[in-house]
């Protein structure tokens, strides 16, 4: 892979959206990627749509546990590898499929991961800011929002 020059010209992304990724065997996969030549790799998550094919509500913790175990593979990765994060929001499972999680009740969910990315985690503080720009009184992430 490495003599192909296939490195110079492209970066790999590696997807992956469970609640419980192995954050080890993503760091190894890195270094693998590192070894071929690949200076930049991707990572790929999802805020909806990837938790069920017939799913219509948006589990927000399956979520957010999957953004934080991509924290920590970033966080036990080299410092220079990662390029970004693709946070994808899957419409249906396949062109014969039925319509999963509407983007209206995804917003939630879309703001917990973004502000959990860009705070390198969650917390409680985080948790309020994101209630105070969605305009809700309690966000739940552990079980259907109502």
């Known amino acids: 892979l490495s003599e192909s020059g296939v490195p110079q010209l492209v970066q790999p992304m590696i997807w992956d959206y469970a609640a419980d990724l192995d954050v080890e065997g993503k760091v190894d996969l890195i270094e693998k990627y590192r070894r071929c030549g690949f200076s930049k790799v991707w990572f790929a998550s999802a805020f909806k749509g990837a938790t069920g094919v017939n799913q219509s509500l948006t589990l927000i913790g399956h979520h957010l546990k999957n953004h934080l175990q991509w924290l920590k593979v970033a966080s036990n990765s080299p410092a220079d590898v990662l390029e ?32 959990a990315l860009e705070n390198g985690g969650y917390s409680e503080k985080t948790k309020e800011n994101v209630e105070k720009l969605l305009g809700m009184s309690n966000l739940e992430t552990e079980t259907f929002m109502r």
Do not use: K, M
């Open 84 to 115: 970004g994060i693709a946070l994808t929001g899957w419409q249906r499972y396949d062109h014969f499929s039925v319509l999963c999680e509407l983007l209206p009740v995804a917003i939630p969910s879309l703001a917990v991961c973004l502000q």
